[in-house]
C-alpha cells in the first residue's frame, strides 16, 4: 500500500530564515506530487505541482520553491521566511485521479 | 476558469440528525472529477469520495451518501444520522482538466455534531 510522509510535522522559525520541508511517498512510482498551503481560515492554496523527476509547475509567485530531486520525493523551499508563510503545509501524491495527503508541517513563522 | 463554492462557512447539528453539506461548482472541462475530503482536528484530509462527470449516479457508502446533479452542478454530501466523530472540517474539489490533475478547493465547511 502507498503511504506518504512530511517532516517536520511542526516548525517555528524567525522571518527571513530559510525553509526545507520534505515530502516523501512510499508503494508507488511516477505519482504526481503536490504542495499545498492551508492558511488560517482553512482554504487550501495549491501552491506547486510535479508531474516528473525535474518537473516543477508553480500556481502562484511567491517566495517559497520546489524541487524533485527523485521520483517519490518531493522538497519545498525558501531563502528568506515571510511571516505571511505562516501555515499549514500539505503534500499530496495522486496517480490516476484521487489526490491522497500527508499528515502535514506546521509552519510559525515568527 | 474554475471554482468551487461551498457557500456553508459552519454547520452545527445535534447527534443523530441528518445533515447535507452544498457544493457548487463551476469548469468548462467536459470531463472533469468531484472529490469529497475531510479534515478532523489533526489536519490530514482523508479522501471520501470521486466522481466523474459522466456518472451521475447517486452514492451511498455507510452513513454517507452524495447527490451529484450535472444540470444544476452540484454535488451534495448527506450525512445520515450523524455522529459526534463526524465534526470535522469538509471540503469539496473539482480536478482540472489535463494529466496534472490539479485540484480546486471550495473554502470548506466547518461541521459540528453536537451530543
Known amino acids: 500500500s502507498q503511504t506518504i510522509h512530511q517532516w517536520p510535522a511542526t516548525l517555528v522559525q524567525p522571518v527571513g530564515s530559510p525553509l526545507s520541508l520534505e515530502c516523501t511517498v512510499e508503494g508507488t512510482s511516477n505519482p504526481n506530487l503536490y504542495w499545498y498551503r492551508q492558511a488560517a481560515g482553512r482554504g487550501l492554496q495549491l501552491l506547486f505541482y510535479s508531474v516528473g523527476i525535474g518537473q516543477i509547475s508553480s500556481e502562484v509567485p511567491q517566495n517559497l520553491s520546489a524541487s524533485r530531486p527523485q521520483d517519490r520525493q518531493f522538497i519545498l523551499s525558501s531563502k528568506k521566511l515571510l511571516l505571511s508563510d505562516s501555515g499549514f503545509y500539505l503534500c499530496?501524491?495522486?496517480?490516476?485521479?484521487?489526490?491522497?495527503f500527508g499528515p502535514g508541517t506546521r509552519l510559525t513563522v515568527t | 476558469a474554475q471554482k468551487v463554492t461551498q457557500a456553508q462557512t459552519e454547520i452545527s447539528v445535534v447527534e443523530k440528525e441528518d445533515v447535507t453539506l452544498d457544493c457548487v461548482y463551476e469548469t468548462r472541462d467536459t470531463t472533469y472529477y468531484l472529490f469529497w475530503y475531510k479534515q478532523p482536528p489533526s489536519g490530514e484530509l482523508v479522501f471520501l469520495i470521486r466522481?466523474?462527470?459522466?456518472?451521475?449516479q447517486n452514492e451511498i457508502s455507510g452513513r454517507y451518501s452524495w447527490n451529484f446533479q450535472k444540470s444544476t452542478s452540484s454535488f451534495n454530501f448527506t450525512i445520515t444520522a450523524s455522529q459526534v466523530v463526524d465534526s470535522a472540517v469538509y471540503f469539496c474539489?473539482?480536478?482540472?482538466?489535463?494529466?496534472?490533475?490539479?485540484?480546486?478547493f471550495g473554502s470548506g465547511t466547518q461541521l459540528t455534531v453536537l451530543p
Open positions: 466522481r466523474n462527470s459522466f456518472d451521475e
Open positions: 499530496a501524491w495522486s496517480w490516476e485521479s484521487e489526490q491522497y
Open positions: 474539489a473539482l480536478t482540472r482538466g489535463g494529466s496534472a490533475r490539479q485540484l480546486t
